[in-house]
């Protein structure tokens, strides 16, 4: 963290605010947590790591927890009662006017909400304006090194060979008329994660007809769809290696198990690879020149795209999430629909590209994930997908 601080301050001072103030109770705020590396450490007060643009950060903790932020090397001020502790924030934050903290104004940007209205009140009673830290959290925690960038990338081997392992695996049982279930193809696929050293947060989507118009839909032991010839199928499938600071790989193929695709999910699937790839056009485009591009900025193409096409109430979701250590990451998400994230696309930063059409009878999405270089961008999971596969 002492290798950071001049960094971190560099941007404090970019934004024209006083300081960075991180807060955590009992875990509620993970993002303060992984930025000081403090995950496993036992703490159960509240505690406040302030971070000024200028001098030496200060932590604010109860007496009995003063061990356990001495990995830190910081200077400590500890508290006992309540009035102690707002007597030391107020002392913490005495020469700052604006300070970010994990806020997000009407929740925008749920995923760095993480403090809650009460903090943000006292805070505020101190006299002081509290501003997001959701640009400091992308810049800090959602950037990958070199490293993470290779475990993505053998990540996206990983799956992509297992995919057409387990396609080959879905023609072969039904075309000799053998019985297979939505669940039985998910359940291969997830154990074999393990074997390929893999993890994931859970498993694959895999989805027939009109199954696959629900976006989350999961298959299970008790309710699962058959998979037989003349079936449309959707599989949506992430992980990440089994190692520790590792980042996700996420995609999303299409499938048809017949040699004549109807028409109607031809129609549907070109709308969506259109949208896609003008996306990622719009990206590289905007990108490469140095232009300044917001999340909901992007997301704004691929909506568009599919609008003009007749099918925008069909299109339910964000165009694509940022992907990280979770496969929902902290950095900017392609949204102009759930929220409207007005942050910026920066360099080492991945995120998803999954606009999607989901109709009574089926739905489509096809998902890709893109990798921001230092002035180019790298479209990751190949091949791409540029017709839907018949198996």
């Known amino acids: 963290m002492n290798l950071k601080?001049?960094?971190i301050q560099e941007q404090i001072k970019a934004m024209k605010i006083d300081g960075w103030l991180l807060y955590d109770f009992q875990g509620l705020n993970p993002l303060a947590q992984k930025i000081l590396g403090i995950q496993k450490t036992m703490v159960t007060r509240r505690w406040y790591y302030w971070i000024p643009a200028k001098g030496s950060p200060t932590l604010l903790c109860h007496h009995i927890e003063r061990q356990g932020f001495q990995q830190l090397s910081v200077e400590i001020s500890c508290f006992?009662?309540?009035k102690e502790m707002e007597a030391g924030l107020n002392k913490l934050l005495n020469k700052s006017q604006r300070l970010a903290m994990e806020y997000s104004p009407n929740c925008f940007i749920p995923y760095v909400s993480r403090v809650d209205a009460g903090t943000v009140e006292m805070v505020r009673k101190l006299g002081k304006e509290i501003v997001s830290s959701a640009d400091l959290i992308q810049y800090f925690e959602a950037r990958w090194s070199e490293d993470q960038l290779k475990t993505h990338m053998l990540a996206s081997q990983k799956l992509m060979h297992l995919f057409f392992e387990i396609?080959?695996?879905?023609r072969q049982t039904t075309r000799n008329n053998l019985s297979l279930t939505e669940y039985q193809v998910q359940q291969t696929m997830w154990k074999k994660f393990q074997h390929l050293g893999l993890q994931s947060s859970s498993p694959p989507i895999v989805a027939v007809n009109q199954n696959s118009n629900n976006p989350h839909y999961q298959p299970s032991s008790e309710s699962s769809a058959d998979i037989k010839r003349g079936d449309f199928l959707l599989i949506d499938f992430w992980a990440k290696l089994l190692q520790s600071h590792s980042v996700y790989a996420d995609y999303t193929w299409v499938a048809f198990l017949g040699d004549e695709i109807p028409t109607q999910i031809l129609n549907v699937w070109e709308?969506?690879?259109?949208?896609r790839d003008s996306t990622i056009r719009f990206v590289e485009r905007r990108y490469t020149t140095g232009t300044s591009t917001k999340g909901w900025e992007v997301d704004q193409v691929a909506r568009k795209v599919i609008s003009k096409a007749g099918f925008g109430d069909a299109f339910l979701h964000r165009t694509?999430?940022?992907?990280?250590e979770n496969d929902?990451?902290?950095?900017?998400?392609?949204?102009?629909?759930e929220t409207k994230d007005e942050r910026i696309l920066i360099p080492h930063t991945g995120f998803?590209?999954?606009p999607g059409i989901y109709l009574p009878d089926f739905g489509i999405r096809s998902e890709v994930n893109i990798y921001l270089g230092n002035h180019d961008i790298r479209v990751t999971g190949k091949p791409i997908q540029r017709e839907i596969l018949k198996i």
Do not use: R, Y
């Not at 709308?271 to 949208?275: G, N």
């Not at 694509?320 to 990280?324: A, P, R």
């Not at 929902?328 to 629909?337: K, P, R, T």
């Open 5 to 7: 601080i001049e960094e």
């Open 80 to 82: 006992s009662s309540w």
């Open 167 to 170: 396609m080959e695996q879905i």
């Open 271 to 275: 709308v969506v690879k259109q949208a």
């Open 320 to 324: 694509g999430h940022s992907i990280g």
């Open 328 to 337: 929902h990451g902290n950095g900017a998400n392609m949204d102009s629909l």
């Open 352 to 354: 998803s590209i999954e």
